[in-house]
């Protein structure tokens, strides 16, 4: 990036380099940089020069991602779903738009905490849940760890089916 600046730089500094003008022995006209024997100097005019004006960067490519207002929505489980399942398995699925920069990390908070580690797809599978009402929210941050937005809290309920196991009265010895 650095390099590609630096050439950009150099090439939009006005030439100063002289022109010249012949004419050969089959009076085909010529203009060179170099000087020819005969040659005469042109004086060029100041609109023949090239200039080039660069744009200013407000900011680093970073700092231009970061500014991308992403939505980041939970698409499973749906708001107060009831989630039926003995072991507490379930899985939570979310969608961002726009698409984010390669390198970016979901965070799944489930009752306010954070739940495993951040990875690079949004989708989670949990396991060993306990019943009850809980509240599942995602964490999506840039690949420099800076938190680019939140989703919305949602609210599910975990049913686990509960049996009493039969009472067998035990033969007295």
């Not at 050969?24 to 004086?43: L, N």
């Not at 390198?103 to 495993?116: C, E, H």
């Not at 951040?118 to 800076?146: C, M, W």
């Given at each position: ?17 002289e022109v010249y003008r012949w004419v050969d022995e089959q009076g085909v006209v010529h203009y060179s940089d ?140």
């Amino acid at each position: 990036m650095k390099i590609l600046l630096l050439t950009v730089a150099l090439l939009s500094l006005p030439l100063q380099a002289e022109v010249y003008r012949w004419v050969d022995e089959q009076g085909v006209v010529h203009y060179s940089d170099t000087p020819i024997e005969g040659a005469v100097i042109i004086e060029l005019n100041e609109n023949t020069h090239n200039k080039m004006v660069l744009p200013t960067l407000q900011g680093s490519a970073q700092e231009q991602t970061d500014a991308v207002n992403y939505e980041v929505l939970i698409t499973e489980p749906e708001q107060q779903a009831t989630i039926r399942d003995n072991n507490g398995d379930f899985k939570v699925v979310a969608s961002v738009s726009p698409q984010p920069p390669k390198g970016t990390r979901y965070q799944l908070l489930l009752d306010g905490q954070d739940w495993g580690s951040a990875q690079a797809q949004p989708l989670f599978q949990l396991t060993g849940i306990d019943r009850g009402e809980h509240t599942l929210s995602i964490k999506v941050y840039n690949p420099a760890g800076k938190l680019l937005t939140t989703t919305p809290e949602r609210i599910i309920y975990l049913h686990q089916a509960f049996t009493r196991p039969t009472f067998r009265p035990q033969p007295r010895s």
